[in-house]
């Protein structure tokens, strides 16, 4: 490992956050019997609303984790689809509340959506795409319950995180009743990507009944067996959940380090969203 990476990983290891307990470095394939059941390319010129929805539901309270940004709804200095890409844009700014009535005083503007429909129960998800980097972002891919009633019990899967105090490294976790974060027992992993925030890059969930693994460009980084007792505690995963998409900014995490509002705008880029499934009684 090059120096400098290891230093990164020393640091991170650090950091209040971080759990590490869940590490996988094998390979996340798709299954060859996989059917794709649900896309989307962003080939059009505007957010497909038939597939997915904004979230604005905090915007005057304030969002979880002690997050600064206020979500908006289609407004397209924050998101919108062009060339065949999903951007999502956070910028330093406050709003009109004759225009916005649901701005709670944020100072940071972005975007959160989240699939519509009856969700996916088991699967493979790929979704490609760039991230920033700069300070007080928290770029993520994630998914709840569709029919989620209370947190953490009804579980979490996060894909991809990136936050801009610890640049390049990827997060990916699991939180239910028994191991979440609160209580600094989530199922977690690390792995640095050095140009996350320059490229694209593939990242991926592998949901199965007995397992759930997590990798970027077919590579692991998380693995969590259903081996654990403590039924719903410690496996929710066997209800259909949404997917989720946001460039938050700032928080307890993601604002550790402050913000560097001079580098803003900073833009969360997606090429990709795609969804398989085996039939049942099928795997590859």
Same mark, same amino acid.
């Given at each position: ?13 650090? !950091? ?5 307990? $869940? ?5 996340? *394939? ?5 059917? =794709? ?8 010129? +505007?957010?497909?609303?038939? *597939? ?11 969002? @979880?984790?002690?997050?600064? #940004? ?11 689809? $062009?060339?065949?890409?999903? +951007?999502?844009? $956070? ?18 503007? !972005?975007?959160?959506?989240? !699939? ?11 979704? +490609?795409? *760039? ?27 996060? &894909? ?14 699991? @939180?239910?009743?028994?191991?979440? @974060? /609160? *209580?600094?027992? #989530? +199922?977690?992993?690390?792995?640095? /990507? ?6 694209? @890059? ?6 199965? %009944?007995?397992?759930? $693994? &997590?990798? /970027?460009?077919? #590579? ?19 209800? %259909?959940?949404?997917?989720? =998409? ?23 880029? /997606? ?14």
């Amino acid at each position: 490992m090059p120096f400098a990476s290891l230093l990164m990983m020393m640091a991170a290891a650090q !950091s209040q956050f971080t759990v590490t307990n $869940a590490s996988y470095g094998g390979p996340v *394939k798709r299954p060859a019997d996989a059917r =794709l059941v649900w896309q989307d390319e962003f080939d059009g010129d +505007r957010l497909d609303t038939a *597939k997915w929805a904004y979230d604005t539901a905090r915007n005057k309270q304030g969002w @979880h984790n002690g997050e600064l #940004q206020y979500y908006s709804a289609g407004r397209l200095e924050n998101i919108g689809v $062009a060339n065949g890409v999903l +951007r999502f844009e $956070a910028r330093r700014e406050t709003l009109d509340p004759t225009k916005y009535p649901d701005w709670g005083g944020q100072n940071y503007t !972005s975007a959160r959506i989240y !699939s519509k429909g009856a969700g996916w129960t088991y699967g493979f998800y790929e979704i +490609r795409a *760039k991230l920033p980097c700069a300070r007080g972002t928290w770029p993520a891919i994630w998914m709840l319950p569709v029919d989620l009633k209370k947190w953490p019990d009804d579980g979490e899967i996060d &894909i991809m995180e990136q936050v801009g105090a610890e640049p390049n490294l990827i997060y990916a976790s699991l @939180h239910t009743l028994l191991f979440n @974060h /609160v *209580k600094k027992t #989530q +199922r977690s992993a690390q792995k640095l /990507v050095s140009t996350s925030c320059d490229e694209f @890059h593939v990242y991926q969930l592998d949901w199965r %009944p007995d397992s759930i $693994a &997590i990798g /970027v460009d077919g #590579q692991g980084i998380l693995r969590v067996l259903n081996d654990q007792p403590g039924g719903k505690g410690a496996w929710p995963f066997d209800t %259909p959940y949404k997917l989720i =998409l946001n460039l938050a900014m700032g928080g307890d995490w993601a604002g550790q380090k402050g913000m560097d509002d001079a580098a803003l705008p900073q833009r969360m880029e /997606v090429d990709y969203v795609r969804v398989w499934q085996v039939r049942a009684g099928e795997r590859g």
